[in-house]
């Protein structure tokens, strides 16, 4: 038996919602069918899986060290040349990184046999003026400047008036001194 999971290339979060769904495979590419199998569905950093349809949540006690989120996928036996499809839903902070991790272990959690990731997905261009910013499996993620109507601050900004106002006050005074030294007294007759 020959364990492996896959994962889309590319996915879509909702900028508003921060909502995306994934799809997971596990995969016998082996010649025979396996044993009872499970698969771990867990989500790191930015990245918070909310459901997979057809699993259960795993206790926070029981989480993967460093993970914030997991669902267990009872398989069972899955013959040569088979595979299963899980829907799952999550959250992604686009405005940090976020990975997911796909352990395929025995029913019993005690052996492990094929584990993909933890890997992120992520954008390098982000978009956060547009309704979802698509994401790219192994890509980390450039987390997302100002969206909406706020544009990122570049050149001068406040911090420049206070300096400015004393450059202009500065200026006042050494054309005051001028003149003043230039004056010529009035002769009286």
Same mark, same amino acid.
């Given at each position: ?14 900028? +508003? +919602? ?10 016998? !590419?082996?010649?025979? !069918?396996?044993?009872?199998i ?33 669902? +267990? ?10 595979? *299963? ?7 992604f902070?686009?405005?940090?990184t ?6 395929? %272990?025995?029913?019993?959690?005690? *052996?492990?046999?094929? %584990?993909?990731? $933890? ?14 910013? $698509? ?26 008036? $206070? ?16 003149w003043?030294?230039?004056?010529? $007294?009035? %002769?009286?007759?």
């Open positions: 038996m020959k364990l492996t999971t896959t994962l889309p290339a590319r996915i879509s979060v909702d900028n +508003s +919602s921060q909502k995306t769904a994934i799809t997971a495979t596990v995969k016998n !590419e082996g010649t025979r !069918e396996s044993a009872d499970r698969l771990l569905v867990v989500g790191f950093d930015g990245l918070k899986v909310t459901g997979v349809r057809g699993c259960d949540a795993v206790a926070a006690k029981d989480l993967p060290a460093g993970s914030n989120s997991a669902f +267990s996928c009872p398989v069972g036996a899955l013959g040569a040349g088979r595979s *299963k499809s899980y829907a799952v839903d999550a959250t902070d686009l405005g940090g976020g990975r997911i991790c796909l352990p395929v %272990q025995s029913a019993d959690g005690k *052996k492990t046999f094929w %584990q993909q990731g $933890p890997v992120p997905f992520g954008t390098t261009n982000p978009s956060p003026n547009a309704p979802a910013t $698509p994401l790219l499996l192994g890509t980390d993620n450039k987390p997302v400047g100002p969206g909406g109507d706020q544009l990122p601050k570049t050149g001068a900004g406040r911090d420049v008036l $206070p300096l400015g106002a004393a450059g202009a006050a500065l200026i006042a005074a050494g054309a005051a001194g001028v003043w030294s230039q004056r010529r $007294p009035r %002769q009286r007759s």
